[in-house]
């Protein structure tokens, strides 16, 4: 199984910054993708940012130009630098693995969100 631990949610004013990482374990032998998506109330979930094994990087066009996705693999995490909050930002935000396992299952995995609102 694959568990994902995200942290860095919180309440920040508009204009500020935060960092979200997402922390992974468990029995993957290869990494197809991570991402992060989010959703606000009443709204489906939607892709944020992604990054793939071979490092290219996608962005919805609402954060790009103000948030960053990256990793460590040494740490196993990624992290998504989000700055020039804005109210629609406003989402709990999920840290997404497209993975195989040893087993050969291929799936994507969730994490438990993490909140971030942007208020004065």
């Known amino acids: 199984q694959v568990q994902l631990v995200e942290s860095g949610g919180a309440l920040v004013q508009p204009g500020g910054s935060l960092r979200l990482s997402c922390a992974r374990s468990?029995?993957?032998?290869?990494?197809?993708?991570m991402g992060w998506y989010r959703q606000a109330p009443g709204k489906q979930r939607e892709l944020v940012a992604a990054?793939?094994?071979?490092?290219?990087?996608n962005y919805a066009d609402s954060v790009k130009g103000r948030f960053t996705i990256s990793r460590d693999n040494a740490k196993n995490t990624v992290y998504l630098q989000m700055n020039s909050l804005k109210p629609e930002d406003t989402a709990v935000y999920y840290c997404?693995?497209?993975?195989?396992?040893?087993?050969?299952?291929?799936?994507?995995?969730w994490g438990q969100g993490t909140q971030v609102t942007v208020s004065s």
């Open positions: 990054i793939t094994s071979g490092g290219d990087t």
């Open positions: 997404n693995v497209h993975a195989r396992l040893w087993t050969g299952v291929v799936g994507d995995y």
């Open positions: 468990g029995s993957i032998r290869s990494l197809n993708a």
